[in-house]
């Protein structure tokens, strides 16, 4: 015999069969009900690959692939896969199978990954598995499950992790199918917190519906004691049934699409399985699991991968507000050490919290940065219950929100940490603060100006790192003063009047707050945004400019700029423009380059620019300058007729002045940590050319995903493997560079909060950034490069916006993005130029499409999409 029947496997046969059929055979034994069926043994396989010879045809393909090269990879693993579907197996085998599955209805056929193969527990479902199988197809579609070990994923995964191509194989597990009118899986813990709880989630017919995402299935939570906890019935279109050869999913009709698969009964029995299956098994359990005349058939038991034992939670929502760019390795190694070091641990010693500096505050996860919720909540508990606004809770998962909430304010911890900044760090007071930040903006300057005139590549190694070593020393206080001014100046200060127009004069819509916080004097991104608007006006009134600017491509135009005596006037217009302002950039990583590093970014915005209509942007700030002073003399007055409104009035003003006072800190030093970032860049751009150089590394920009400390040590001689660690971290930042990954991470386990239906709106919910309602059509930017097609009246919609972006807001009709609070950049700009916008809309560039129609309340911060538009 050479097939191993799965009633009869024992201990010694458990390596043949691979893990998912290994632990069938296990369960069965045990007295599960599994569907009966057979397992062709991983040395079939073996004995396949041998005897047709595709062992060395194989090896000799992959000797000579490049695995760098995408597309070469595909061809390979495709050629191999033809070849082993392409050759038929040992007869023997085939007759043996022929004669197991004759006349005996369908089958399911399905790849049994070798333990040490694929361990990782991403690489569940990526081997193939064929339901409904007739039994003459059997055999062809084992070679199918054979060949699946040749898919792109494992053959790279392999690759990667150095595993021997040929060395493990696969197994294949045939098995009667179920005829199931209900089906899914099941967790016999919460995969993402370890929670004592089971979730189950089913649907009708085969379980082929959820697993390839055509229904969202029913949802049942089952307590520890057993019992339906919670239930959550969705509309089942779509179902799979069993027939012949056949997956194709019908509709179903519409009286049973919202019935609920499975009856609370029928749930609590699965659950107790799933608990005799934890039990059996020693920890909790994944399972895929159908069910047949009210018989439930167990198809699939494995460990639950995602529960590890550090349990630390990880958001990527608080980076938002500060840190949402994609971040490369060189990037974190520099921004991370500043935030950790001299905002964190050093500040949390100088205020007393001494629990706070002990812990990691930030980690790298997809490229993107994620803030540890331990510390956060920490903070959270030092300031008083009020200040932990709905936007403010959104940092963490839904569920812990109200815990975070309610928590008991460490009142005396924070009493005592003011009387220790006054003591031991003056310039932390909210009195002194921004003048010490103001005092340090202008000297940081100039002290970097000798650093600007520099030729930095006649520098020696030595000289290089030390102009690091004191471009660093200059900007440290930067990170000593912002440690106060962004979080405890900022946030409290205005969360405090928002919440006194929100008691007092019934301020729900944020409207009141809105106008008190716009038309402050001297913010940077406005004063970037009218220097901008007046290049474009400069460009609009000279005929030939206008008309150059219209119709070349940016580089194009900027290289006639410089060529046409006719341009003279504008070039230098446009140079004195970058000479201010030349450090900023669409982003904070400084990967990517700033405008002085590129000015077709300049070019682009004008481009933008042009075609609006002709608005006078320092008229209008002067406008809503105007408008606050009243709004805040009607505020005043209106206080100062409440109860006690003496007291009140008075302070209210005081608090409202350091409101707009750091809110403008806020948004400021954002302009000077650019002044750092276009000089740093400028740094490490030379040591980026002079590995190259070396050969030891493929590119100039290969420096970006090395971190500081590897480059200084390469430079003392450590050279070696630097250009293997380089590849897979460039991988990781492509992969990630334009998408966002999820809110938070546990372990390996990654999650979000989700968007709901409501009948056919579908409703997304978000940050409210800044109050107005407007109905208008969708224009998703990508990458800084398309924003010169922004309409007028559009809702412009992009991942984040860093004050780069905002230069065309005052065009735009409304704005969504992906990250940002309250207080970021985008809200700030939003607000100055009264449009509405929603921040924090997890995905909103791939939700929403160019052109589509959508709602948008800025006031409730949600976007409503009706299915019918
Ligand atoms: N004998 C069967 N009868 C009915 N349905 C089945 C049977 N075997 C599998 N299925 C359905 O097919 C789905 C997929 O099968 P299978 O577990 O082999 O592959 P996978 O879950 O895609 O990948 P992985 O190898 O990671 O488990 C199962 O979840 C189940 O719903
Ligand atoms: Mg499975």
């Not at 206008?546 to 006719?566: G, I, N, W, Y």
């Not at 940590?673 to 590119?699: A, I, N």
Request: aromatic share 10%.
């Amino acid at each position: 015999m050479i097939l191993l029947e799965l009633s009869k496997v024992g201990e010694q046969e458990l390596g043949l069969t691979g893990g998912k059929a290994g632990n069938l055979a296990n369960m069965i034994a045990s007295g599960f009900d599994v569907p009966p069926g057979f397992v062709v043994p991983v040395t079939e396989y073996d004995r396949f690959i041998k005897d047709t010879g595709l062992d060395v045809k194989i090896s000799a393909l992959l000797e000579k692939l490049d695995f760098e090269d995408p597309a070469a990879v595909e061809r390979t693993c495709r050629q191999i896969r033809e070849s082993i579907v392409g050759h038929p197996a040992r007869d023997e085998l085939a007759k043996e199978i022929g004669s197991s599955t004759s006349g005996k209805g369908l089958w399911a056929v399905r790849s049994s990954a070798i333990a040490e193969d694929l361990a990782d527990a991403s690489f569940a479902g990526q081997q193939d598995t064929y339901l409904n199988v007739r039994p003459d197809s059997v055999m062809e579609h084992v070679r199918r499950c054979w060949a699946s070990y040749w898919n792109e994923r494992a053959v790279t995964y392999r690759h990667d992790n150095q595993v021997p191509q040929l060395r493990t194989g696969i197994a294949v597990l045939v098995q009667r199918m179920v005829t199931a009118d209900r089906s899914g899986i099941m967790f016999t813990r919460d995969p993402v917190d370890g929670k004592e709880e089971v979730i189950i989630e089913a649907s009708f017919g085969l379980g082929e519906a959820i697993a390839s995402g055509i229904v969202t299935p029913d949802r049942y939570v089952c307590g520890e004691n057993g019992k339906v906890r919670q239930r959550q019935v969705n509309r089942k279109q779509k179902a799979v049934f069993l027939a012949e050869n056949k997956m194709e999913p019908v509709e179903l009709e519409e009286a049973r699409q919202n019935v609920a698969a499975l009856n609370d009964h029928e749930a609590e029995g699965i659950a107790a399985l799933g608990k005799r299956l934890e039990t059996h098994f020693g920890t909790p359990q994944d399972v895929e699991w159908a069910m047949e005349g009210g018989k439930v058939f167990l198809l699939q038991s494995r460990p639950i991968t995602t529960l590890t034992k550090d349990r630390t939670l990880w958001t990527r929502a608080y980076g938002d507000e500060y840190w949402a760019d994609v971040t490369s390795p060189l990037f974190f190694s520099l921004l991370g050490e500043y935030l950790t070091e001299y905002v964190n641990r050093e500040g949390s010693r100088i205020m007393g919290y001494n629990d706070l500096t002990g812990k990691d505050l930030i980690m790298v996860h997809k490229a993107h940065i994620y803030f540890n919720c331990e510390v956060l909540e920490e903070v959270f508990t030092y300031n008083p219950k009020f200040s932990r606004t709905k936007e403010l809770l959104n940092y963490f998962p839904v569920k812990d929100q109200e815990r975070i909430g309610n928590a008991d304010t460490k009142l005396m911890k924070r009493v005592v940490a003011e009387v220790r900044i006054a003591v031991l760090d003056r310039d932390g007071m909210i009195t002194r603060t921004y003048k010490a930040y103001d005092r340090w903006a202008k000297s940081f300057l100039e002290e970097m100006a000798p650093y600007d005139a520099m030729d930095l590549t006649r520098l020696s190694d030595a000289q290089l790192h030390e102009e690091f070593r004191k471009m660093e020393q200059a900007f440290l206080k930067h990170y000593r003063l912002i440690r106060y001014g962004m979080v405890t100046h900022s946030i409290g200060m205005n969360l405090i009047i928002k919440r006194w127009l929100e008691s007092w004069l019934d301020d729900r819509s944020g409207e009141l707050y809105s106008k008190v916080i716009s038309g402050l004097k001297g913010n940077k991104t406005i004063e970037t945004n009218i220097a901008l608007a007046k290049l474009a006006a400069k460009a609009n009134a000279d005929h030939y400019v206008q008309d150059k600017l219209r119709t070349l491509p940016p580089a194009h135009f900027l290289k006639e700029m410089k060529d046409e005596s006719a341009m003279m006037d504008f070039e230098k217009a446009f140079n004195d423009f970058l000479k201010v302002y030349g450090q900023r950039s669409h982003t904070r990583e400084i990967y990517f380059p700033r405008w002085r590093d590129d000015p077709t970014m300049v070019v682009n915005i004008l481009k933008a620019l042009m075609d609006a209509p002709d608005l006078d942007l320092e008229k209008m700030e002067q406008e809503k300058v105007q408008e606050r002073l009243q709004a805040e003399k009607d505020i005043l007055d209106r206080i100062g007729r409440l109860e006690y409104g003496g007291p009140k009035k008075l302070a209210f003003k005081i608090v409202l002045h350091y409101a707009q006072i750091y809110l403008m800190f806020r948004e400021n030093q954002r302009f000077y940590l650019d002044h750092q970032l276009y000089r740093l860049r400028r740094l490490f751009m030379e040591y980026g050319r002079r590995f190259k150089e070396r050969g030891w590394v493929d590119s100039q920009m290969d420096i970006f995903f090395l971190s500081k400390e590897e480059i200084f040590a390469a430079e003392n001689g450590k050279q070696e493997d630097m250009k293997a660690k380089i590849e897979p971290r460039k991988k990781d930042f492509e992969r990630w560079k334009d998408k966002l990954p999820p809110k938070f991470v546990r372990g390996n386990a990654e999650f979000d909060d989700t968007i709901v239906w409501q009948g056919d709106v579908l409703k997304i919910t978000g940050t409210s950034a800044s109050p107005g309602t407007f109905t208008g059509l969708v224009r998703v930017v990508d990458t800084i490069e398309q924003l010169g097609q922004v309409g007028d009246d559009e809702i412009l919609v992009t991942s984040n916006t860093d004050p780069g972006w905002t230069a065309v807001f005052s065009k735009i009709g409304g704005l969504i993005t992906e990250t940002g609070g309250i207080l970021s950049h985008g809200a700030v700009v939003s607000r100055e130029y009264g449009i509405p916008a929603v921040t924090a809309v997890k995905g909103a560039t791939k939700i929403f499409k160019t052109g589509q129609r959508i709602t948008l309340d800025g006031n409730e911060g949600t976007i409503y999409v009706s299915e019918s538009d």
